[in-house]
Nanobody, 130 residues
Framework: QLQLVESGGGLVRSGGSLRLSCAASGFTLGLDYYAMVWIRQAPGKEREGVSCISDRDETIYYADSVKDRFTISRDLAKNMVYLQMNSLKPEDTGVYYC?????????????????????WGQGTQVTVSS
């Protein structure tokens, strides 16, 4: 059974940093050709595909809103995916979900609805105060 568990969220001041972690189980990063995606849900806003990294071709995608501030990475030995978030802004506040999809490519057409994914984590809250 595919499972994703996020951690690392919290409360941080504007300009601060957080690193989100996503522990994957039931499949093997780097071998099973999944695209790993970070999606966020801000209060009163639509979900946004923040970042993506592809097993298939190692393509990396960032939304314009986080480019040059966020970095996605993987630790294949630990079967983990990370999202390093620097220079955080209040508009980065939201619930961050880790998701895995066997078919998508990492691009600006990342789906943001749960049924599109083979696995979807429980989410971790990120709150950035001004």
């Amino acid at each position: 059974q595919l499972q994703l568990v996020e951690s690392g969220g919290g409360l941080v001041r504007s300009g601060g940093s957080l690193r989100l972690s996503c522990a994957a189980s039931g499949f093997t990063l780097g071998l099973d050709y999944y695209a790993m995606v970070w999606i966020r849900q801000a209060p009163g806003k639509e979900r946004e595909g923040v970042s993506c990294i592809s097993d298939r071709d190692e393509t990396i995608y960032y939304a314009d809103s986080v480019k040059d501030r966020f970095t996605i990475s993987r630790d294949l030995a630990k079967n983990m995916v990370y999202l390093q978030m620097n220079s955080l802004k209040p508009e980065d506040t939201g619930v961050y979900y880790c998701a895995a999809n066997h078919l998508i490519t990492c691009s600006n057409n990342i789906p943001t609805n749960r049924p599109n994914y083979n696995a979807w984590g429980q989410g971790t809250q990120v709150t950035v105060s001004s």
